[in-house]
Nanobody, 123 residues
Framework: QVQLVESGGGLVQAGASLRLACAAS????????MGWFRQAPGKERELVAT???????YYPDSVKGRFTISRDNAKNTVYLQMNSLKPEDTAVYYCAARAATAASASPAAYNYWGQGTQVTVSS
């Protein structure tokens, strides 16, 4: 059984930083691609960052230069460092695992999901 558990969300002011963590249990392998997505009320779930087995990363323009994804395979944990947060970053943030080496921006391509953690950025 695979489980992903996110932590680190909260309420911060614009310009602040937060670090999210996703602890994976079960048979998540170091070769899997990991991703962070977010979903704001009334909006579709969107990709925030991905990291592949070889530590290649991808970010959409909306977060590029502000967010950094990393992984510690020894701890089975993936992190999302979020700097210079904006009110438009407010959303529930989800960790996801994809049983493939290639990254994908599509939520449907990911096999496992965490329960989500709320990030609220006030202006």
């Amino acid at each position: 059984q695979v489980q992903l558990v996110e932590s680190g969300g909260g309420l911060v002011q614009a310009g602040a930083s937060l670090r999210l963590a996703c602890a994976a249990s079960g048979r998540i392998l170091s070769g899997w691609t990991m991703g962070w997505f977010r979903q704001a009320p009334g909006k579709e779930r969107e990709l925030v960052a991905t990291i592949s087995r070889g530590a290649s990363t991808y970010y959409p323009d909306s977060v590029k230069g502000r967010f950094t994804i990393s992984r510690d395979n020894a701890k089975n944990t993936v992190y999302l460092q979020m700097n210079s947060l904006k009110p438009e970053d407010t959303a529930v943030y989800y960790c996801a695992a994809r049983a493939a080496t290639a990254a994908s921006a599509s939520p449907a391509a990911y096999n496992y999901w965490g329960q989500g953690t709320q990030v609220t950025v006030s202006s």
